[in-house]
């Protein structure tokens, strides 16, 4: 009675499923500020156009306009380091630009000459400043662009303190142009920290939807491997286990069969990845002869460039050429990783044991 060699399929690893990729706290707002994005080119250029702008009517106003054009100067090099800067949050030294514009362009438009025929045009310095730091929030560098702001709207009712009647006016411009400015500030602060929030129950989520994806995947893998399996088994040992079932005497050559059947099974079961043919049918065959064999597989999961199926070609082989051996033990072996020899073959009679190896390429090449 011929019966197929036992193929158990090696073990499934389960490959790890990947959340897609979470947007870190800041990372989902201040992305959007880089130049690389379509939104991070909308902003820029429509802070730099309206700077340009406000500069463009305000020339004609002032007596000396080097200082309105170094302000503007520095803050659209701000706004570009801003959004050009790859890091989240902000560098140091990208941080210590922006900090260094938005307060200097401040002192630069505060203290210009005199601007003519336009009340409280000094005070404009709040809202270029404002939205400066307020792209630092985005960027990362909260604390910073707090500082920023409290220097930036206390630069001008201390430069004016003691300036007399003008002092109220000013103040007065300066004021309702901090306050909406500070509300500016605030929004997006608040913006930021619930985006933190948000992005970070995402995270948790996506964790615990890979987790629960994975279980399941090595659930369906484990179950796909039992069906595999029990189908493999049936496939074997049905026609006698049904023979049996219905109460017939078994011939000497079915009990034969059950014997090797049950080691074939019990091979599979103890080192199921060295259930591969040839070394399966040599298996059989040298058990049909009396031979009593043993699989040891130590080599692992781990098969550095094809050992497995070396060793099984090998061994099957070694276990053909014992024709004449009937009666014994052998022993096929495969060793761990990093050793000189791939597997080894010990094989046992009433009078002498021999063992036979089969060197690694490595160890070869090493001697």
Known sequence: MSVAAAQTPPAASVPPVHPAPVTATVRGAGAWFELTASGGRVIAAALVTGWLVVLFFELPLVANPLGSVSATALNVAAVLVLVRAPRLPLGRVATAVVVFAAVGSSVLTMLQPGVRDLAGYDSRHVWQSMLLVSLLVFRGRIAWAWLTALAVVGLQPAAQFGAGARFATE????????????????????????????????????????????????????????????????????????????????????RLECHLLESQLRDAARSPLLAIEPLTGAVRSARSRGLSVSLLDDLGEFDPGGSRQQAADWAAGELASLTALTAGTATVRLLPPGRRMVATLVIADAETTTMRVLPSLRGAAGE
């Open 171 to 254: 103040f007065s411009a300066w004021w309702a142009a901090a306050l909406p400015s500070a509300g500016i500030l605030l929004l997006s602060t608040v913006f930021v920290l619930s985006l933190r929030r948000t992005s970070g129950r995402i995270a948790t989520l996506e964790r615990r939807r890979s987790a629960l994806a994975t279980e399941a995947l090595a659930e369906r893998i484990e179950a796909d491997e039992r069906a595999e399996h029990v189908a493999s088994v049936t496939r074997l040992a049905g026609p006698l286990l049904r023979k049996i079932a219905r109460g017939l005497p078994l011939t000497a050559d079915e």
